[in-house]
């Protein structure tokens, strides 16, 4: 059983910075491919990007989101610069303990966290 835990969510303006953070319990998680998703009001949980060995990016996060893992800390980041409202989400991370197969969909992870809530005001 992994545990996924986001924190650094919040409010921000646009063109703003947020980075969020995601710790994960296991002792492998150097092993782990991390991804982080997000769910905006309405709309279907989408890919934001991932890493294992490389480093993966959804259209819209490329040039301004950076994903990183601290595997002394067990731990996998989101930089998050440039924000826009439409950036506006419950972002979550998943953890898949597989090869890294369809890393850029859902059924690609074993595990989830519970999310954090980002906002970008106008």
């Known amino acids: 059983q992994v545990q996924l835990v986001e924190s650094g969510g919040g409010l921000v303006q646009a063109g703003g910075s947020l980075r969020l953070s995601c710790a994960a319990s296991?002792?492998?998680?150097?092993?782990?491919?991390m991804g982080w998703f997000r769910q905006a009001p309405g709309k279907e949980r989408e890919f934001v990007s991932a890493i294992r060995w490389s480093e993966y990016y959804a259209d819209f996060a490329k040039g301004r989101f950076t994903i990183s893992r601290d595997n002394a800390k067990n731990t996998v980041y989101l930089q998050m610069n440039s924000l826009k409202p439409e950036d506006t989400a419950v972002y979550s991370c998943?953890?898949?303990?597989?090869?890294?197969?369809?890393?850029?969909?859902?059924?690609?992870?074993?595990?989830w966290g519970q999310g954090t809530q980002v906002t970008v005001s106008s």
């Open positions: 296991g002792r492998t998680f150097s092993g782990y491919t």
């Open positions: 998943a953890a898949s303990l597989g090869p890294p197969i369809a890393i850029t969909t859902q059924r690609g992870y074993n595990y």
